[in-house]
């Protein structure tokens, strides 16, 4: 009998895999199962560094580099306002009575004296009180001479002078006509005439029908609506003239209702407008609002400005800054040298060898001058960029090149 040797070999073979398999498969479900090791609740992750650049010479060139030092900061408030005549010596020249204007004297911008004649109106009124002066005067005069005939006759009793009767009959209506001279005068005394005016009309028996129309403040014209022949009327607008004294001016400005509590009475400020740069103009707080704009949640804050030279002028738009407390020493840090970052966050870069930067989240508070002051996250002594920190912040956040 032939044995196939080739058939036995395979089935030995077999035969071994399964008992080797028989024999794990029985290990494994006697020995019991090892449990994983619990991970630790309190470990934290490696906190990652912070990112560091490497400048070569010629990147170092765009860059500017200082120690942070300290530096002086005012604590203060910003605002916008408009400039305003300060309306507490701004005057609209109206007449006292209606009438026709037939004469202006001062132009627009003219600087002009407390009674200088600024127009005159042809008034009816006027034509009316200095008629009634005439007529007085007039009827003063025949009752004086009538009076000093009846003296004289009374004096001569006995040669067929007057009754006593008569003569206190003249007296009294001498006193009468004296005394509706003077009320005339004074009527016409209202309307602006001087004494040697009305006496002349009194002399002459003619009528001046021109009223004198003055200024009753010293300042600038600031407004001229005056044309001869225009009919004009008391407090019927336009002024024919309005004059101002712009030797102050006034700044209004609405603050945020939240700063409302820092402003007060007599605060110093400084005022600054496009018209100049560089100059500004220095101001004290003379009223407060005393209410708050219940749509803009702002308060009216009015400030009297001197302006000697007469640059300021109505409508400009002003930024005014004032201090609200005591100065504060902070390390400082150029403005240039911080960045914001889309998430609001500040950083500086930083460098200990003036070739690798490194990237430091800050905190800023106050700014004056080009300077922020730092709260957090910089001491004094640091080197710190100063100029260029947005080309680093840019270096770190460009897409990597193959």
């Known amino acids: 009998m032939r044995v196939d040797r080739r058939g036995l070999s395979r089935g030995a073979a077999l035969i071994t895999v399964l008992a080797l398999s028989a024999a794990g498969y029985a290990l494994r479900e006697a020995s019991p199962p090892v449990a994983a090791a619990p ?53 609209q020249v109206f007449p006292s009575y209606q009438g026709k204007i037939l004469q202006a004297f001062a132009k627009l911008g003219d600087e002009v004296v407390k009674g200088k004649p600024l127009y005159t109106i042809d008034s009816p009124d006027l034509v ?31 040669n067929g002078g007057i009754a006593e009767k008569d003569l206190d009959q003249a007296v009294s209506d001498e006193k009468t006509a004296e005394g509706a001279v003077k009320a005339a005068r004074d009527a016409v005394r209202v309307f602006g005439k001087s004494e040697a005016e009305i006496d002349r009309i009194v002399a002459s028996r003619k009528i001046d029908p021109a009223l004198v129309v003055p200024s009753p403040v010293s300042g600038r014209v600031t407004a001229r609506n005056a044309q001869p022949g225009l009919l004009v009327q008391p407090g019927n607008a336009p002024a024919p003239y309005t004059v101002a004294d712009t030797s102050t001016m006034w700044l209004l400005a609405n603050v945020p209702e939240s700063d409302s509590p820092l402003y ?7 005022v600054t407008v496009m018209a100049y740069p560089g100059q500004s103009f220095d101001g004290r707080v003379s009223t407060l609002g005393a209410n708050v704009d219940p749509n803009l949640h702002t308060l009216l804050v009015r400030s009297e400005i001197a302006d000697p030279k007469h640059k300021l002028l109505p409508g400009m738009l002003a930024n005014f800054v004032i201090d609200t407390g005591d100065p504060v020493t902070a390390p400082a840090i150029a403005v240039n040298g911080v960045v914001r970052l889309g998430d609001g966050t500040m950083t500086a870069w930083v460098t200990t060898d003036q070739h690798h930067f490194t990237q430091r989240i800050i905190k800023i508070g106050l700014q004056h001058e080009g300077f922020d002051q730092v709260l957090e996250g910089l001491q004094p002594s640091e080197t710190a960029v100063s100029d260029g920190a947005v080309y680093l912040d840019n270096m770190l956040n460009a897409p990597a090149t193959d």
């Open 39 to 91: 991970a630790d609740p309190s470990a934290k992750p490696a906190a990652a560094s912070p990112p560091t650049l490497e400048l070569s010479a010629k990147q170092l060139e765009l860059v500017k580099l200082a120690p942070i030092g300290t530096r002086i900061f005012p604590v203060e408030r910003a605002a916008v306002g408009s400039i305003d005549f300060d309306e507490d010596v701004a005057v």
């Open 128 to 158: 009316q009180a200095e008629s009634t002066l005439i007529g007085a005067a007039a009827t003063y005069d025949l009752t004086a001479r009538a009076l000093a005939r009846a003296k004289s006759l009374f004096d001569r009793q006995g």
């Open 264 to 270: 007060r009475l007599g605060q110093a400020l400084t």
